[in-house]
Structures are given as C-alpha cells and as structure tokens.
C-alpha cells in the first residue's frame, strides 16, 4: 500500500512541486492550503505523514504542531522560509520530527522522509534492538557499546543520554528536548552540564571530535546522531 502524504502549503507552486516529487517516488498526495483545511483532512485520513508549511494564511503551522500532537504521533516535517534558530527550536519542541528551510532540495525531502520512516519502523520493532553504524555497535537490550569490536565504557547518564540520540538516530533534538528526557526539571545552568556530557561521549566515540562521525551539533538548536 502506497504511503500518504499531506502536504499543508498554501504557495500553489511549491505544493505542487512537492507534490510531483513525491508521486515520482510512488507516494500518493493530499493537499491542503490552509490549517483548517489540513486539520480536517488529518482527523479523516490514514496518513503516513506531513509536509508542514509555517506561514499558513489562517493560523500558524506551530499550532498545527501541537494540535495533532495532542492526539497523534504522525511524523511532521517542516518545510519554512523562517530560517532563525529559535523558531527551528520552537517547531521541534512542538513535536515535528524534521525542519528543512526554504529553498531545498527534493533529494533533501526524501533522505529526511526516508530517515523518519525508518526510524519509525525501528520503534515499532518487537525483536531486541541492536543499532549498527560504521564501527560502533550499541545493543540497546545489554546496555553494550562495543566501537571497532572494543567495549566501550559509558556512565549510566553518559549511556541514557547516548541511547536517547540512538533512538531518534537522523533527527534533531533541541537542547530543551534532550534535558528534558534525561533530566526532567531543567534550569537554563544545566546546558553547560549537558555540553560536558556530550564532550565525554564523544572524546569516547570520535576519532577526531572536530569532525564527528556520529554525533552532529546543530549549532544553537542541538544535536543529531548519524543514521547511516
């Protein structure tokens, strides 16, 4: 069955370059040029995901964020010209899986779709999960990261934070998110702490920390893991 996609875009041209790109890769495609109409449409269709334009003419795309948020787990995927850090980070945290900035390109879109879809597959898995990326191995079942077949020793914080990343490999996650998950209550003094726990991780992981293969910095927004 083929996957179904919203595309919520209200520049007639952009949607329907959208929507061509991904009818050639045998997607099927609804559209919606406003929020209301989008919100209608993701109430009453089995979708596999959203394209998410921001600057909607009757509401803002963060509260279309944090509307289907409230009763689905679909993935979302911004597509904005709003390219400021803070408002990347605020989309995020509203719970959209991806933000890409306008313009993109379309082989962009479909590595992030394809990064999204796999790592959903991932989560509705029932075998034990064993995450392989180059050299390193974490089995997510024995709490073991082995790097180039060696043991590789974590801190409990260290391994939760590290399992966090590789649980949500290819996507971002903003500062916020990340404390949050590990941390709970957070104060603003905490994002040093959380700099030093990823600055151990990855003196563990990196051959050369300068230019990671497996953990990315986001600047101003967060980190990403390597999915591949």
């Not at 964020?65 to 390219?83: H, L, M, N, T, Y």
């Not at 790592?119 to 050299?135: G, L, Q, W, Y």
């Not at 230019?211 to 390597?226: C, H, N």
Request: proline share 3%.
């Amino acid at each position: 069955m083929s996957q179904l996609f919203l595309i919520v875009e209200d520049d007639k041209q952009i949607r329907n370059f959208i929507n061509f790109s991904l009818k050639s890769q045998d997607y099927s495609c609804l559209e919606a040029s406003t929020g209301k109409s989008a919100m209608n449409i993701i109430a009453t269709e089995k979708l596999s995901a959203i394209i998410l334009d921001l600057g909607l003419p009757d509401m803002d795309g963060i509260d279309i964020i944090k509307q289907v948020r409230g009763f689905s787990e679909i993935p979302i995927i911004v597509v904005s010209a709003r390219d400021q850090d803070n408002e990347k980070v605020e989309a995020l945290d509203a719970g959209a899986d991806d933000y890409l900035t306008k313009p993109f390109s379309i082989k962009e879109l479909l590595a992030r779709i394809r990064v999204i879809f796999r790592h959903n597959a991932v989560k509705t898995a029932e075998k034990p999960m064993i995450f392989k990326v180059s050299d390193l191995e974490i089995d997510l079942e024995k709490h073991k990261v082995t790097l180039e077949g060696r043991d590789i020793h974590f801190t409990p914080m260290e391994y939760n934070v590290l399992t966090l990343l590789v649980k949500n490999a290819g996507k971002v996650l903003t500062h916020k998110y990340i404390l949050k998950e590990i941390w709970g209550t957070y104060l603003d003094s905490d994002m040093q702490t959380l700099r030093v726990f990823m600055a151990n991780i990855r003196r563990k992981l990196e051959k050369n920390p300068a230019k990671p293969r497996y953990i990315f910095t986001e600047v101003g927004i967060g980190y990403r893991f390597a999915d591949e």
